[in-house]
């Protein structure tokens, strides 16, 4: 079993499976030193974790295209950050756009290669993120097995 050093298993459990999945192999590609993996997972997380919130708000429309696909992470991130009614926190705003970076680099940069302090540094804020928007979209309140 991986240990929990990035993200929190308790945030996560007894919601959606996959997402507990998805924190697993954060964890776990961290644990095993695979630092990049554990930073395009952590990007995964994110998106994933803002998509559940806009389908648990029946606003999942307004995040996708006009062919009816999600929108791309930065557009994501975009829309959550210029939604003040959910009162996201000055800490998950300034994280945000930070874990989708290290997660774009780490899966698209030919030259970077993520080392294990890119996480380590990135742990406060995930746990953040992680915790306001499980939160906001009521994911403990609603276990669906997916």
């Known amino acids: 079993m991986p240990t929990e050093a990035v993200v ?3 945030l996560l459990r007894n919601i959606r499976n996959y997402l507990e999945r998805i924190a697993h192999q954060v964890n776990g590609a961290y644990a095993g030193g695979w630092y ?9 997380l994110v998106e994933t974790l803002i ?3 806009y389908e648990a708000r029946g606003l999942a429309a ?14 994501l991130i975009a829309a959550v950050l210029a939604e003040p009614s959910w009162g996201l926190s000055r800490n998950a705003k300034n994280a945000l756009p930070k874990l989708k970076d290290i997660g774009d680099q780490s899966a698209h940069s030919r ?24 939160e906001m979209a009521d994911l403990k309140k609603k276990r669906v097995d997916q």
């Open 111 to 134: 030259r970077f290669t993520a080392q294990r302090q890119d996480i380590d540094n990135l742990m406060p804020a995930l746990r953040t993120v992680v915790q306001e928007l499980v």
């Open 36 to 44: 990049d993996a554990s930073a395009v997972m952590i990007r995964r």
């Open 62 to 75: 307004n995040i996708k295209n006009r062919d009816g696909d999600f929108l791309y992470l930065r557009d």
């Open 8 to 10: 929190y298993m308790s």
């Open 51 to 53: 998509i559940e919130l």
